[in-house]
């Protein structure tokens, strides 16, 4: 552990920062539950398997259920802010973890910078509705990353304190609505419909498998902060499971109410009629509640996608430090804060990078949500998928060469094969159905995918440099810093 004397730069993070309630909140921001609920889901579920939603969701917590066992596993021998970058060196091999790296920092850069374009698309239309003014979209978003900056400069617990009021307002508001339709009974009572094997199988379940699985993206956060957490090898597992099945309960309760007030046989029909389905989440608060729980809904929107802005800005921040500090980057990414003991090098360069991308966005007139959010939160839901397939094959690796303390199998041996082989599948259908997902056409669709392999080779040939230059360093890849 390295201690900053005179000019030596620090390169810790903050110790004992955090605890089990903010973490788990920075999760389920980064989960972004009413961006989910408002923007995902309706479109899921038009172009999935329709009211069989619900039932995807359950099937979708169970996979992560099983992913979350070894990972939790391995979490008490890996505390590291490098997370699916240091599980996958440790387990795979250091060329695998370089390759991890880059995917990882792919990934949590372009979900950041993508939440960019809804972030000023809602904001600049909610100015222009209810305030009566003018602003363009990019002015929206410019701001916002102002902010973000800042918030990611300065010491952690700034953000989780400003995540903690706007992820409980997103809930209190999409809980009422649900309680109103179930006192209403719905459009045509209370059913089960939507688990009924012949509606889950229904549709296109594929297609409605990725929508639910891509709202989960960020739960996986928790070993992020673990070396900043109170009592990492309590907390982090304990913040993984508690998260998940928060998330899952919410998703599946609150779609199942979206359902059940459509009326199973029409929510299709009704969401297929709609010029923009993210709005339907908003007619149903006019008709089951009141027009102030659906301004409430619209403002907490915003603050959920600018809740989630700030998770991912965290992610992206601390993979360039871990990378950086451990050799992969260039060591000034591994440098933190005196003060804040932040990883403030890798908050600039994220900022700079949404700078860049979103500034070449506005240059070209692309639309915020249909090119900008589209493209990259799609492509970074690639890169989440196939780092959690990693990282279940290195939990299976890692344990066939260290002892496990008091693990059972199921934990370090089939949970882990069968997440990897569900996560697999999970990660083919998306690559396959891109297009759809991205609304892009097939060439430009495919070229996106192909930014996963260009990255992950960029990482292995980063790797292998470093075992040239230093292969103390390059053995010692995402290696416990506790």
């Known amino acids: 552990m390295s201690v900053t004397t005179g000019n030596t730069p620090s390169t810790e993070l903050r110790k004992g920062t955090l605890g089990l309630g903010f973490i ?28 069989g939603t619900p039932a995807l969701l359950i099937a979708t917590v169970a996979i992560l259920l099983m992913f979350s066992a070894g990972y939790t596993a391995m979490s008490r021998y890996i505390t590291n802010a490098g997370g699916f970058y240091a599980f996958t060196a440790r387990g795979l091999g250091g060329k695998a973890g370089g390759a991890a790296a880059l995917l990882a920092l792919l990934g949590y850069n372009t979900m950041q910078i993508g939440l960019y374009g809804m972030f000023g698309a809602v904001s600049s239309g909610f100015l222009s509705m209810h305030l009566g003014v003018t602003m363009p979209w990019w002015a929206c978003s410019l701001v916002a990353m102002a902010s973000i900056g800042i918030f990611g400069y300065r010491q952690i617990d700034l953000s989780a304190k400003v995540l903690s009021l706007l992820v409980f307002g997103e809930y209190v508001v999409v809980l009422i609505l649900d309680v109103a339709i179930l006192r209403h009974g719905g459009a045509s009572g209370l059913n089960a419909t939507s688990f009924a094997p012949h509606v889950f199988l229904g549709g296109a379940p594929a297609i409605g498998f990725l929508f639910c699985f891509a709202s989960f993206v960020g739960f996986e956060a928790t070993t992020i902060y673990s070396e900043e957490a109170k ?180 934990r370090i041996r089939i949970l882990p094969i069968l997440s990897g082989l569900a996560l697999s599948v999970v990660l083919a259908l998306a690559i396959i159905n891109f297009p759809l997902l991205t609304g892009a056409r097939a060439g430009l669709s495919y070229g996106l995918t192909a930014l996963l392999p260009v990255f992950a080779v960029i990482g292995v040939l980063a790797a292998s440099a470093l075992k040239r230059r230093d292969p103390a360093a390059f053995n010692q890849l995402g290696s416990s810093r506790l």
Request: hydrophobic share 50%.
């Open 231 to 410: 009592d990492p090898h309590r907390t982090v597992p304990l913040a993984t499971y508690i998260s998940v099945l928060l998330i899952g309960g919410f998703y599946a309760f609150s779609v199942w109410c979206m359902v059940i007030g459509a009326g199973s046989d029409q929510v299709v029909k009704i969401l297929t009629g709609l010029s923009d389905p993210t709005t339907f989440l908003y007619t149903l608060s006019d008709r089951y509640a009141n027009s102030t729980l659906t301004g409430a809904m619209s403002v907490l929107f915003i603050t959920s996608v600018y809740a989630g802005l700030l998770a991912f800005h965290n992610s992206a921040a601390r993979y360039f430090y871990a990378a950086g500090r451990e050799g992969l980057l260039p060591q000034r990414l591994g440098y933190t804060h005196r003060r804040h003991s932040s990883p403030h090098v890798g908050s600039l360069l994220q900022t700079v990078l949404a700078l860049l991308v979103v500034t070449i966005f506005i240059i070209t007139g692309a639309d915020p949500v249909l090119t900008l959010f589209s493209w990259l939160t799609n492509v970074a839901t690639l890169c989440i998928i196939a780092l959690m397939a990693l990282s279940s094959v290195a939990v299976f690796m890692f344990f066939l060469t260290h002892e496990a303390r008091d693990e059972g199998v199921w």
């Open 24 to 51: 788990i909140f920075f999760v389920i921001s980064a989960a972004g539950p009413l961006v989910a609920i408002a923007g995902g889901f309706p479109i899921g579920i038009m172009l999935g398997n329709g009211a």
